[in-house]
């Protein structure tokens, strides 16, 4: 908090404001991350840094037409000329002797490079020997690369027409060999190096000839006559190589300091010509003493990187890696530098000949083309490292002193740290990313580099990506064999980052053993919390779907491992730590019984009352999958299945959706294991639920109408609310009865009785709202609703204990509780569960009864039997046809023509039904279709029905049904955390960003409101009849709440909520609240009033709901909802459900038709207290004082009661007062430290209490037939509403400011009976709904204001 409140922007402002500091000191509810974002893993970016195809180079042809002594006759040398070949002089030797020693050099200079390869020279060959040689190396390579080298000094250039020259036997002849037989029989894939003038031309000829075949190979393809048809398809030449040594017009450079064949000494021999180039540069006599003997005498060898020779060829590697990284496009860097060892080789060296040869009007060519390097800025520090070199070797040769290294790459790595630690986001990748990766070979900077790549992975997926496509993943995953304990943590960060992108390298790590490691890491109690973290959370994705991994995490004795750490204080770590056991055990039978060995169900079970959501969540999915292997169940087994699912049931009325979401999926496992037990509890349920004409509150007058006078024409349409909460799908299938609960199975034939809870609502807003998914259920919201209210239902509370045989009812009634959850995703799964389960039941129960009832004849008409009526919506024409067929097994349709039935059943057409017509019952005589043998659509499998129990796959498709669609993407959504960047300071916290600006924009307004309305009130408000807002709300107004700072009021009807801007009188939003159709709004709160804020709704039913982005064109979103209170049965005349909310505390206090005040805590998002009222009336009134921890309640039966929250259930109750003789309309307690608690009754009765003292201390008498009353907080008024359509307005004395009867305007028209009224928290607004639909704001005298 200190470091909030040194940055607040308060200091240095006017003296006024400068105690202004309560905003930010406030903490904010529901704003974490499972409350702002989408629970779901993040997209997988196509990870494209593998190598589909690595190759090696396996045979390398050295064809030298040199010809000692005879030149060409096209080449005019100069005298002197450059001579060596191989750095061999040949004329220092006899011709044939020179021509055997450059051949054994040239092959020597490539196998510093490939030392594996299969080298053939071919010394002043004919054209048959080069047909021989090339045939025979490409049968021995097969499908790998060949390369052929061609120096061409002793014969003509290359022509025009695509041929280069070669001799005739006895040498007195120059004989061309064309490309185009050269590619014939070096076939694919090739790499070619061509050492002579004019190569380019070799390069066009070759693309020429390439296209050539393509086009022959293509009408070949079409003309089967072409004599090539009948010919083996030639290889394509697209993955041919070319490298030459200059362009088509250029000649080779003739200067005498320099080797005949340049271009083979820069791709075989880079340091040696590097270094004898640079020393014929002008700035090399900057450093003294230096000769071209001397750079003959470098001490070390070349892939000793400790010598100088081995450091200098190093850094020559680093430098044209960045420059090849940095210049070419990303998938030609992969196949020319990671693919192949030689080729990598190759074209870094072709770099430096591009740089040497261009001072020599040479330019060097290659196929695919590269763009221009020599200019790159790297070369400069090349040129510096080669400096810095050579510099030293004098006095090393002469005077033996010790070699200085290279300051090389800690520069490098220093340029690393700024551009990590300057930039902006958004910028070009660093280009020393490919030296990072050079130096992790160097034990001296390793610690340094692994630190700085972690902090660049840290910047996002990209930054994982850029680094995979560099090729950091061999050496990263190397090092996991280092035993160095200084490289754990960031070698544990750096794959958790990797891990978190491309979690395809389970694989790898197993494969090395890499997982070993981080179980070596998580078992170390002396690591910090966050790196064993960052180890569960890379065994989680070892183990993720990957049966290898989890064997080998088995064997790794991972189970034990993580149970250790199931109850350490790091949140994060308890998350993984369970996430990771629910994975290892998912499908995974040994896994589950070494759990089971090791008690980890009962350990888990102390998570789930963890006070993290999170963490609980984690803790139902690992038992979820703990009890959902399929493997074959003993009694053991059972009963361990049991325990956990009475244990999860307690979760039923969890204050976080998430961990209710996990709870249907962990129960759906269960449900598949245990198919038949719950079908026949299905069964049993449906039957009961259908002989009970239940006389709920959902048979009321309006079945249809969502509100009365909703559909009077003034009113719009609702605003449809984001789709993410599918509300508008959630109200249909909860108001449309899809009219198949009748799926009675018993036998009698008698006429059903008809229950009005199985008639089907019809209402044009029910019809019109028809969502298509909802068309597939067989048990309707509505007949879920009432299984849930008719089985004999216990309290929940009551459900542990429970004999066993009836786990499979009490889970099932724990699903019917979770189809009626107020978070539309969660009932939509419990939906899923349910009616999956249901389909099941009725089709085996109906299978097994058409066997039974074969004696049913074809004449009989299809009286509507308790067994198969099917109740239309009004107006419905549509029939299930049956397939008449005798082999189907059951009676035909009469009346309906016979259609077989494939795949497809006719879906009903969408039906507009008129609004008024009464639903439709057949009569006895009528016929009604027999639809009970088929559900009206497809259901998940594409069988008809008759195929049922008697297929054995079928179990299987279900099986898959259930558990693929019911997935909560919360493991996924949990590890993009390690995705995303961890050292980056939050938005919020950054002084610079417009999170922030805006933050500090809402206070200062927030202070302003509070100075302005202060001055006001504090000279007294005498009168307050000036209204100053009127409009007619879209539903009879039932609760009224202002916001705090702007000028937005937020008024509820039975089921919808609309905004106001009352300065401008304008309606900012309409949106429906998801409620069922029996239950009424009777409570709303504004959260985070002061910032972001947020809208609770209570429903009588004893649901809170939790909306965003309301009235500021946007969707609204509903961001939690739960069940507040359960065991509330709607009624018309109860309190309903009442809220008080603390911000300061976060605590939310709730009660009303029950017999206790439940005490939310909303970081937690569970009950933390339940304080019972003692009385055997309704609560009607909370109000709490967060100071003193009190808590006030008004009571129906007239009493006012006073809670103390810090002490036990038994002694906290410190007050009562049974002063009232009727209903306390309100009670109010006051904020201040000496704060009185005022309260009213239905009979006017003021009265004042101190919380200290046993009577009141001052009574008021206001008028009779009190409907509403609310108190002002800050300004000592009180308004009373009355049922005589009447407004009195109160100050603290008890004297009349202002009495309202008539609506300003249009006729003065009398106002009607008062529903609800409201002050404003600062501003004397009072605000007064009443039962005409309107909704009036008053306020103090205008001079006032």
Same mark, same amino acid.
């Given at each position: 908090?200190?470091?909030?409140?040194?940055?607040?922007?308060?200091?240095?402002?006017?003296?006024?404001?400068?105690?202004?500091?309560?905003?930010?000191?406030?903490?904010?509810?529901?704003?974490?991350?499972?409350?702002?974002?989408?629970?779901?893993?993040?997209?997988?970016?196509?990870?494209?840094?593998?190598?589909?195809?690595?190759?090696?180079?396996?045979?390398?042809?050295?064809?030298?037409?040199?010809?000692?002594?005879?030149?060409?006759?096209?080449?005019?040398?100069?005298?002197?000329?450059?001579?060596?070949?191989?750095?061999?002089?040949?004329?220092?030797?006899?011709?044939?002797?020179?021509?055997?020693?450059?051949?054994?050099?040239?092959?020597?200079?490539?196998?510093?490079?490939?030392?594996?390869?299969?080298?053939?020279?071919?010394?002043?060959?004919?054209?048959?020997?080069?047909?021989?040689?090339?045939?025979?190396?490409?049968?021995?390579?097969?499908?790998?690369?060949?390369?052929?080298?061609?120096?061409?000094?002793?014969?003509?250039?290359?022509?025009?027409?695509?041929?280069?020259?070669?001799?005739?036997?006895?040498?007195?002849?120059?004989?061309?060999?064309?490309?185009?037989?050269?590619?014939?029989?070096?076939?694919?894939?090739?790499?070619?190096?061509?050492?002579?003038?004019?190569?380019? %031309?070799?390069?066009?000829?070759?693309?020429?000839?390439?296209?050539?075949?393509?086009?022959?190979?293509?009408?070949?393809?079409?003309?089967?006559?072409?004599?090539?048809?009948?010919?083996?398809?030639?290889?394509?030449?697209?993955?041919?190589?070319?490298?030459?040594?200059?362009?088509?017009?250029?000649?080779?450079?003739?200067?005498?300091?320099?080797?005949?064949?340049?271009?083979?000494?820069?791709?075989?021999?880079?340091?040696?010509?590097?270094?004898?180039?640079?020393?014929?540069?002008?700035?090399?006599?900057?450093?003294?003493?230096?000769?071209?003997?001397?750079?003959?005498?470098?001490?070390?060898?070349?892939?000793?990187?400790?010598?100088?020779?081995?450091?200098?060829?190093?850094?020559?590697?680093?430098?044209?890696?960045?420059?090849?990284?940095?210049?070419?496009?990303?998938?030609?860097?992969?196949?020319?530098?990671?693919?192949?060892?030689?080729?990598?080789?190759?074209?870094?060296?072709?770099?430096?000949?591009?740089?040497?040869?261009?001072?020599?009007?040479?330019?060097?060519?290659?196929?695919?083309?590269?763009?221009?390097?020599?200019?790159?800025?790297?070369?400069?520090?090349?040129?510096?490292?080669?400096?810095?070199?050579?510099?030293?070797?004098?006095?090393?040769?002469?005077?033996?002193?010790?070699?200085?290294?290279?300051?090389?790459?800690?520069?490098?790595?220093?340029?690393?740290?700024?551009?990590?630690?300057?930039?902006?986001?958004?910028?070009?990748?660093?280009?020393?990313?490919?030296?990072?990766?050079?130096?992790?070979?160097?034990?001296?900077?390793?610690?340094?580099?692994? #630190?700085?790549?972690?902090?660049?992975?840290?910047?996002?997926?990209?930054?994982?990506?850029?680094?995979?496509?560099?090729?950091?993943?061999?050496?990263?995953?190397?090092?996991?064999?280092?035993?160095?304990?200084?490289?754990?943590?960031?070698?544990?960060?750096?794959?958790?980052?990797?891990?978190?992108? @491309?979690?395809?390298?389970?694989?790898?790590?197993?494969? #090395?053993?890499?997982?070993?490691?981080?179980?070596?890491?998580?078992?170390?109690?002396?690591?910090?919390?966050?790196?064993?973290?960052?180890?569960?959370? %890379?065994?989680?994705?070892?183990?993720?779907?990957?049966?290898?991994?989890?064997?080998?995490?088995?064997?790794?004795?991972?189970?034990?491992?993580?149970?250790?750490?199931?109850?350490?204080?790091?949140?994060?770590?308890?998350?993984?730590?369970?996430?990771?056991?629910?994975?290892?055990?998912?499908?995974? #039978?040994?896994?589950?019984?070494?759990?089971?060995?090791?008690?980890?169900?009962?350990?888990?079970?102390?998570?789930?009352?963890?006070?993290?959501?999170?963490?609980?969540?984690?803790?139902?999915?690992?038992?979820?999958?703990?009890?959902?292997?399929?493997?074959?169940?003993?009694?053991?087994?059972?009963?361990?299945?049991?325990?956990?699912?009475?244990?999860?049931?307690?979760?039923?009325?969890?204050?976080?959706?998430?961990?209710?979401?996990?709870?249907?999926?962990?129960?759906?496992?269960?449900?598949?294991?245990?198919?038949?037990?719950?079908?026949?509890?299905?069964?049993?349920?449906?039957?009961?639920?259908?002989?009970?004409?239940?006389?709920?509150?959902?048979?009321?007058?309006?079945?249809?109408?969502?509100?009365?006078?909703?559909?009077?024409?003034?009113?719009?349409?609702?605003?449809?609310?984001?789709?993410?909460?599918?509300?508008?799908?959630?109200?249909?299938?909860?108001?449309?009865?899809?009219?198949? *609960?009748?799926?009675?199975?018993?036998?009698?034939?008698?006429?059903?009785?008809?229950?009005?809870?199985?008639?089907?609502?019809?209402?044009?807003?029910?019809?019109?709202?028809?969502?298509?998914?909802?068309?597939?259920?067989?048990?309707?919201?509505?007949?879920?609703?009432?299984?849930?209210?008719?089985?004999?239902?216990?309290?929940?509370?009551?459900?542990?204990?429970?004999?066993?045989?009836?786990?499979?009812?009490?889970?099932?009634?724990?699903?019917?509780?979770?189809?009626?959850?107020?978070?539309?995703?969660? +009932?939509?799964?419990?939906?899923?569960?349910?009616?999956?389960?249901?389909?099941?039941?009725?089709?085996?129960?109906?299978?097994?009864?058409?066997?039974?009832?074969?004696?049913?004849? *074809?004449?009989?008409?299809?009286?509507?039997?308790?067994?198969?009526?099917?109740?239309?919506?009004?107006?419905?024409?549509?029939?299930?046809?049956?397939?008449?067929?005798?082999?189907?097994?059951?009676?035909?349709?009469?009346?309906?023509?016979?259609?077989?039935?494939?795949?497809?059943?006719?879906?009903?057409?969408?039906?507009?039904?008129?609004?008024?017509?009464?639903?439709?019952?057949?009569?006895?005589?009528? *016929?009604?279709?027999?639809?009970?043998?088929?559900?009206?659509?497809?259901?998940?499998?594409?069988?008809?029905?008759?195929?049922?129990?008697?297929?054995?796959?079928?179990?299987?498709?279900?099986?898959?049904?259930?558990?693929?669609?019911?997935?909560?993407?919360?493991?996924?959504?949990?590890?993009?955390?390690?995705?995303?960047?961890?050292?980056?300071?939050?938005?919020?916290?950054?002084?610079? +960003?417009?999170?922030?600006?805006?933050?500090?924009?809402?206070?200062?307004?927030?202070?302003?409101?509070?100075?302005?309305?202060?001055?006001?009130?504090?000279?007294?408000?005498?009168?307050?009849?000036?209204?100053?807002?009127?409009?007619?709300?879209?539903?009879?107004?039932?609760?009224?709440?202002?916001?705090?700072?702007?000028?937005?009021?937020?008024?509820?009807?039975?089921?919808?909520?609309?905004?106001?801007?009352?300065?401008?009188?304008?309606?900012?939003?309409?949106?429906?609240?998801?409620?069922?159709?029996?239950?009424?709004?009777?409570?709303?709160?504004?959260?985070?009033?002061?910032?972001?804020?947020?809208?609770?709704?209570?429903?009588?039913?004893?649901?809170?709901?939790?909306?965003?982005?309301?009235?500021?064109?946007?969707?609204?979103?509903?961001?939690?909802?739960?069940?507040?209170?359960?065991?509330?049965?709607?009624?018309?005349?109860?309190?309903?459900?009442?809220?008080?909310?603390?911000?300061?505390?976060?605590?939310?206090?709730?009660?009303?038709?029950?017999?206790?005040?439940?005490?939310?805590?909303?970081?937690?998002?569970?009950?933390?207290?339940?304080?019972?009222?003692?009385?055997?009336?309704?609560?009607?009134?909370?109000?709490?004082?967060?100071?003193?921890?009190?808590?006030?309640?008004?009571?129906?039966?007239?009493?006012?009661?006073?809670? #103390?929250?810090?002490?036990?259930?038994?002694?906290?109750?410190?007050?009562?007062?049974?002063?009232?003789?009727?209903?306390?309309?309100?009670?109010?307690?006051?904020?201040?430290?000496?704060?009185?608690?005022?309260?009213?009754?239905?009979?006017?009765?003021?009265?004042?209490? @101190?919380?200290?003292?046993?009577?009141?201390?001052?009574?008021?008498?206001?008028?009779?037939?009190?409907?509403?009353?609310?108190?002002?907080?800050?300004?000592?008024?009180?308004?009373?509403?009355?049922?005589?359509?009447?407004?009195?307005?109160?100050?603290?004395?008890?004297?009349?400011? +202002?009495?309202?009867?008539?609506?300003?305007?249009?006729?003065? *028209?009398?106002?009607?009976?008062?529903?609800?009224?409201?002050?404003?928290?600062?501003?004397?607004?009072?605000?007064?709904?009443?039962?005409?639909?309107?909704?009036?704001?008053?306020?103090?005298?205008?001079?006032?204001?």
């Amino acid at each position: 908090m200190d470091a909030e409140l040194l940055h607040s922007p308060v200091v240095g402002m006017a003296e006024e404001e400068e105690v202004d500091m309560t905003d930010w000191n406030l903490p904010l509810a529901f704003m974490k991350k499972r409350h702002t974002e989408k629970i779901e893993g993040s997209k997988a970016l196509a990870q494209s840094w593998r190598m589909k195809d690595r190759m090696k180079t396996v045979s390398v042809a050295l064809v030298l037409c040199l010809n000692v002594g005879v030149d060409p006759p096209d080449v005019v040398k100069t005298s002197p000329c450059a001579r060596l070949e191989c750095w061999i002089d040949p004329l220092s030797m006899s011709p044939q002797k020179a021509l055997e020693t450059i051949g054994a050099n040239l092959q020597k200079q490539y196998e510093n490079w490939q030392p594996r390869a299969r080298y053939k020279q071919s010394l002043d060959p004919t054209v048959d020997e080069v047909k021989k040689l090339c045939t025979s190396l490409r049968r021995n390579a097969k499908e790998e690369r060949v390369l052929f080298h061609y120096n061409g000094h002793g014969v003509p250039r290359p022509t025009v027409n695509g041929e280069i020259w070669v001799f005739n036997k006895n040498y007195t002849q120059y004989i061309p060999l064309s490309i185009y037989d050269l590619q014939t029989w070096m076939g694919s894939p090739s790499i070619f190096v061509y050492d002579c003038s004019n190569a380019g %031309i070799i390069v066009k000829s070759f693309k020429q000839f390439a296209l050539q075949r393509e086009q022959e190979l293509e009408v070949a393809a079409i003309n089967p006559n072409h004599p090539l048809a009948q010919m083996p398809l030639p290889p394509s030449m697209k993955n041919c190589i070319q490298l030459a040594a200059c362009e088509a017009s250029e000649l080779l450079p003739m200067n005498p300091d320099l080797p005949a064949d340049l271009f083979t000494s820069c791709l075989t021999t880079p340091i040696k010509i590097a270094l004898r180039w640079f020393c014929m540069q002008k700035s090399a006599k900057l450093v003294p003493g230096v000769t071209l003997d001397l750079i003959e005498k470098i001490p070390g060898r070349l892939n000793d990187r400790r010598t100088p020779l081995g450091e200098l060829n190093w850094i020559f590697t680093a430098i044209t890696d960045t420059i090849a990284w940095n210049v070419l496009p990303r998938d030609l860097f992969q196949k020319l530098f990671r693919q192949d060892l030689l080729v990598a080789s190759l074209f870094r060296n072709f770099l430096l000949a591009e740089r040497i040869m261009r001072s020599y009007n040479c330019t060097p060519v290659s196929s695919p083309r590269l763009p221009p390097t020599y200019m790159h800025a790297m070369w400069q520090a090349w040129d510096l490292a080669v400096d810095i070199c050579l510099s030293q070797l004098p006095t090393i040769i002469e005077e033996g002193t010790a070699f200085r290294h290279s300051p090389f790459f800690a520069e490098q790595l220093t340029a690393f740290q700024v551009w990590l630690t300057m930039g902006v986001e958004n910028r070009n990748p660093p280009e020393q990313l490919p030296i990072v990766l050079q130096v992790l070979l160097s034990q001296v900077h390793r610690l340094r580099a692994l #630190d700085l790549l972690g902090r660049f992975l840290d910047l996002g997926p990209w930054a994982v990506s850029l680094a995979l496509s560099v090729g950091i993943f061999p050496y990263v995953l190397k090092l996991l064999q280092s035993s160095a304990r200084e490289l754990r943590p960031l070698l544990v960060f750096i794959w958790a980052k990797i891990l978190a992108v @491309d979690s395809s390298c389970q694989a790898d790590l197993v494969k #090395d053993n890499g997982h070993k490691y981080f179980l070596s890491v998580l078992a170390d109690p002396y690591m910090p919390a966050e790196h064993r973290t960052m180890a569960v959370f %890379i065994l989680a994705v070892i183990v993720n779907n990957y049966n290898t991994g989890q064997e080998a995490c088995l064997q790794g004795n991972l189970i034990a491992i993580c149970l250790e750490q199931l109850n350490d204080p790091h949140p994060l770590l308890r998350q993984w730590v369970a996430i990771c056991l629910g994975r290892i055990w998912q499908n995974f #039978d040994s896994a589950r019984w070494c759990g089971v060995r090791d008690s980890a169900h009962e350990k888990l079970y102390s998570l789930l009352s963890d006070p993290i959501p999170e963490v609980r969540c984690a803790a139902v999915f690992a038992l979820g999958t703990f009890v959902g292997n399929s493997a074959e169940r003993t009694d053991h087994s059972t009963t361990i299945d049991h325990n956990v699912a009475m244990m999860l049931a307690q979760l039923i009325n969890d204050g976080s959706p998430i961990v209710r979401k996990e709870l249907v999926v962990a129960l759906s496992h269960l449900v598949v294991q245990y198919e038949s037990n719950f079908c026949t509890v299905a069964l049993q349920f449906m039957e009961e639920e259908k002989n009970y004409a239940v006389p709920s509150p959902a048979n009321s007058t309006e079945t249809g109408n969502v509100t009365p006078g909703r559909d009077s024409p003034a009113i719009p349409r609702l605003r449809s609310v984001n789709s993410y909460t599918n509300l508008r799908a959630a109200t249909t299938s909860r108001t449309l009865n899809k009219s198949l *609960q009748n799926l009675n199975l018993n036998e009698e034939g008698g006429p059903a009785a008809f229950s009005p809870g199985n008639l089907s609502t019809s209402s044009s807003a029910s019809s019109t709202l028809g969502s298509p998914d909802n068309d597939e259920y067989l048990l309707s919201f509505e007949t879920i609703d009432k299984m849930r209210r008719v089985s004999s239902y216990s309290s929940l509370n009551s459900l542990i204990g429970v004999s066993f045989n009836s786990v499979y009812t009490q889970i099932w009634r724990v699903l019917l509780h979770l189809a009626a959850d107020p978070f539309p995703d969660v +009932s939509d799964l419990a939906m899923k569960v349910l009616n999956s389960i249901a389909y099941k039941a009725t089709m085996n129960a109906r299978t097994q009864r058409i066997l039974d009832s074969g004696s049913l004849t *074809q004449s009989a008409p299809a009286s509507p039997t308790s067994k198969g009526t099917l109740i239309h919506q009004a107006g419905a024409s549509h029939r299930s046809k049956r397939s008449s067929s005798p082999s189907s097994g059951s009676p035909p349709m009469p009346g309906a023509s016979s259609s077989s039935l494939t795949n497809e059943v006719p879906k009903p057409p969408v039906r507009e039904a008129p609004p008024n017509r009464p639903p439709y019952t057949p009569t006895l005589g009528g *016929q009604a279709p027999h639809s009970q043998q088929f559900p009206r659509t497809r259901k998940m499998f594409d069988k008809g029905p008759d195929q049922t129990a008697e297929d054995g796959d079928e179990t299987a498709a279900h099986r898959s049904f259930i558990s693929v669609s019911l997935q909560t993407g919360l493991c996924d959504w949990s590890a993009k955390y390690f995705a995303q960047p961890v050292m980056k300071i939050p938005e919020e916290h950054d002084l610079e +960003s417009q999170v922030r600006k805006e933050r500090e924009w809402r206070f200062l307004r927030n202070a302003r409101v509070r100075r302005q309305s202060q001055r006001i009130t504090q000279r007294g408000v005498t009168r307050l009849d000036d209204q100053i807002f009127i409009n007619r709300n879209p539903g009879v107004p039932s609760v009224v709440k202002f916001h705090p700072f702007n000028p937005c009021i937020a008024v509820a009807d039975k089921d919808s909520i609309c905004f106001w801007d009352w300065e401008k009188g304008e309606r900012l939003d309409y949106f429906y609240n998801g409620n069922p159709r029996y239950t009424r709004i009777t409570s709303m709160e504004y959260l985070n009033g002061h910032d972001c804020s947020l809208l609770l709704t209570a429903t009588d039913d004893g649901a809170l709901r939790i909306w965003k982005n309301f009235a500021d064109q946007r969707n609204p979103e509903m961001v939690t909802a739960w069940q507040g209170l359960s065991d509330m049965l709607p009624t018309t005349r109860g309190a309903g459900m009442v809220v008080d909310w603390e911000q300061e505390t976060g605590l939310l206090m709730t009660s009303g038709d029950v017999r206790v005040i439940r005490i939310w805590d909303t970081e937690r998002e569970m009950k933390v207290q339940d304080i019972p009222t003692g009385a055997d009336s309704c609560v009607t009134s909370l109000s709490c004082d967060p100071q003193r921890s009190l808590v006030a309640a008004g009571l129906g039966d007239g009493s006012v009661r006073v809670y #103390d929250r810090r002490m036990g259930p038994n002694e906290c109750r410190v007050m009562t007062y049974r002063e009232h003789g009727a209903w306390v309309v309100k009670a109010h307690l006051q904020k201040e430290p000496e704060g009185h608690i005022i309260s009213v009754s239905v009979n006017g009765d003021v009265r004042f209490f @101190d919380p200290r003292m046993p009577e009141s201390i001052n009574i008021l008498q206001t008028v009779k037939g009190l409907t509403a009353l609310d108190i002002h907080p800050q300004a000592n008024l009180f308004a009373c509403g009355s049922m005589n359509q009447f407004i009195a307005v109160y100050n603290s004395n008890g004297d009349v400011i +202002s009495n309202i009867k008539y609506y300003d305007g249009f006729m003065g *028209q009398r106002i009607g009976a008062i529903s609800c009224l409201a002050f404003h928290p600062y501003w004397p607004h009072l605000a007064v709904g009443s039962n005409d639909y309107y909704m009036s704001i008053y306020s103090a005298e205008k001079r006032l204001r």
